[in-house]
């Protein structure tokens, strides 16, 4: 269960702010593709448009086709809670329910949306997702108590299972490890290695060795001056974009030498 | 070799220039000392005696502060007691309250005045208890369930009401023009007289029922739209600090926004609604004039609030001192105006702490 992205022509808007400019890319299924780049380059607004989670933020709005295995994402008559059941997100800041249980929180997906399973199913599903996220082992004495009460680390990985207990084709992370210490970090880049047997990843980070050590692909987006709309500059390999990047801002970029 | 550290627990280099502890204590003792001194000259009375004690103080401690602390130091002790001062004042009337109405209220409280309504208490009857030929007949139990329904029927109108407005507000509005609209009337709402709200409910029923249509519903239309606007107030300000993220994490997962609302935001948000629901009620329940102008006032039991008039605690006091059952001996009902506002005033006091339970209860645990 995974899927590929195909985006053809995307441009995003905040209001009548052109906020992205002209996106194509194509993401395999079953790989980990990241996104480099400046801050207010547009990468975390572009990811969001791939689950249709900018619409959350009033004003803005998408041009062109996203197309997850061939459907378009914004086609007509598309529910964007479809879409989003689909394509699922960690965000920057772990963001477990405070008022909700660790076991809740893994179910969180489930049971907001009031369907019924029964508790052994229940209980197979919350262990199945901590296993995947690696935080069985750390949790599994406690899951009765307060999602809140973990480390930030640990509180990571509940979202990353809340994630995966629904079930989606591609996941979505938005810089998943910049609050988080280099042991966490390392826990977490561990786990999008073996998530990648499952599930398409696409992750934001602004940290180029994370990048270069868990992606397959890498796109490098970069903006021409503020007021600028962000755009893709290249997209190749990670080794590619790392050791033999062809456009000469991606390498400054990646060497350091930017700006 | 050894190396000895002398300890200088008073004298260090890093404690030099700063006044004892009990300097400030010294200071308000001599204070009080030179006042009562001062006043004894010109005829003592207790409170010229704090006023210029307390002044007194405030200018001692400043100066003798400055003259070993410096500037910096002097200027925090004297801010210290101007806020301290603002709050003694501030509690002045709040205790002297409390006080005179649990000195005046508790000789009639008794649990036959909570369980006894006022039928058969007559004139007579409060002569003879003037005369101490019987003990203080009648008691509240009417208006207490006067009080109680109409309070009741006036939370349940209006807290769906208000929380959904909130909810409209917070989460849906988006500052838009209704949203806007709605904010202004809710600000013009909070400030409207309460007689106002009750010749308003009591008009509007006169439309449906008939003119003069008197029951506790009436009152408690009345006070609900005095709390409706408390109601959205409060929830729109604990709905608002409901973090986005956890909204976007419920999303992120494909839950429908009305889902996210119910099971996300409000949970979240329950401690502090319910605190201000409940000091909503606690601001309603001792409303007097719009209770008088609809549900009437009877000196009987009536638990039907869609019939008949109806008493309530306030409209018995109001009564009780400006209708004196027996108009030669009014003390009395004197004595049963006290001991009800003392009932009013606890109950008051028991809605404020159920406040603070209600919020610690539902407040969202960080257990580890």
């Known amino acids: 269960m995974s899927k590929r992205i195909d985006v053809a022509d995307l441009n995003v808007y905040y209001g009548n702010f052109l906020a992205v400019e002209d996106v194509n890319i194509n993401i395999d299924a079953k790989t980990v593709t990241a996104f480099i780049g400046p801050s207010g380059c547009g990468k975390s607004t572009f990811l969001r448009t791939l689950n249709r989670m900018h619409e959350v933020i009033p004003g803005a709005r998408v041009e062109g086709k996203v197309m997850l295995d061939g459907d378009n994402l914004y086609g007509s008559g598309v529910d964007p809670v479809t879409v989003r059941s689909q394509i699922g997100m960690v965000f920057q800041r772990p963001n477990p329910f405070p008022t909700m249980s660790i076991r809740d929180n893994v179910l969180a997906g489930i049971k907001l949306n009031n369907k019924r399973i029964s508790k052994s199913d229940a209980d197979g599903i919350v262990e199945s997702s901590l296993q995947g996220a690696n935080l069985w082992n750390e949790v599994k004495d406690r899951l009765d108590k307060p999602g809140s009460g973990l480390s930030g680390g640990q509180q990571q990985r509940l979202c990353i299972a809340r994630t995966i207990a629904v079930k989606p084709e591609v996941i979505l992370m938005d810089e998943p490890c910049s609050a988080l210490d280099p042991i966490s970090t390392l826990a977490i880049e561990d786990l999008i290695n073996e998530l990648k047997n499952d599930y398409t990843v696409v992750i934001v980070t602004h940290n180029m060795q994370q990048a270069a050590r868990v992606s397959d692909k890498t796109a490098f987006f970069n903006i021409a001056g503020t007021g600028k709309p962000g755009k893709l500059i290249e997209y190749a390999e990670t080794a590619t974009i790392f050791s033999n990047p062809s456009v000469k801002a991606t390498e400054d970029y990646v060497s350091g030498r930017f700006g | ?368």
């Open chain 2, 1 to 368: 070799m050894t190396v000895t550290t002398e300890i200088r627990s008073s004298r260090s280099a890093l404690t030099r220039n700063k006044l004892p502890n009990w300097a400030p204590w010294a200071v308000a003792a001599g204070a009080l000392v030179v006042s009562a001194a001062v006043l004894s000259l010109a005829g003592f009375n207790v409170w010229g005696w704090a006023v210029l004690a307390a002044v007194l103080f405030v200018a001692a401690n400043w100066a003798v502060s400055f003259a070993v602390e410096g500037a910096r130091k002097a200027t925090d002790r004297f801010a210290t007691s101007l806020m301290f001062g603002a709050f003694i004042v501030a509690m002045v009337p709040l205790v002297s309250v409390i006080w005179t109405v649990l000195t005046n209220g508790i000789a009639g409280f008794s649990l036959d005045f909570l369980t006894s309504d006022m039928q058969g208490v007559r004139g007579r009857v409060d002569n003879a208890t003037a005369a101490g030929e019987s003990p203080l007949m009648g008691g509240i139990a009417h208006a207490l369930t006067g009080t109680f329904l109409i309070t009741l029927w006036a939370s349940i109108i209006s807290i769906p009401i208000g929380l959904l407005t909130a909810i409209y507000l917070v989460e849906y509005g988006q500052g838009g023009r209704l949203a806007r609209a709605i904010t202004f009337f809710v600000d013009v709402m909070t400030g409207i007289p309460s007689i106002v709200a009750g010749l308003f409910a009591a008009g509007l029923f006169a439309l449906i029922a008939g003119p003069g249509f008197k029951a506790g519903i009436v009152g408690a239309v009345a006070l609900s739209v005095l709390m409706i606007p408390v109601v959205v107030r409060s929830s729109e300000e604990m709905l608002k600090i409901v973090p986005n993220e956890l909204r976007e994490a419920s999303y992120a997962l494909g839950v429908r926004k009305w889902r996210t609302i119910v099971k996300v935001v409000i949970p979240t948000a329950i401690s502090g609604i319910a605190s201000g629901v409940t000091i909503a009620i606690a601001r309603v329940i001792g409303e007097t004039a719009p209770l008088i102008v609809t549900a009437g006032f009877v000196t009987r039991m009536n638990t039907n609030v869609f019939s008949d008039w109806m008493a309530s605690l306030p409209a018995f006091i109001y009564y009780q001192i400006l209708n004196p059952t027996s108009p030669t001996n009014p003390e009395p009902s004197t004595l049963r105006a006290w001991a009800a506002a003392l009932v009013l005033i606890i109950l008051v006091m028991l809605l404020n702490l159920g406040a603070r339970l209600i919020a610690r209860i539902f407040a969202p645990k960080i257990g580890r």
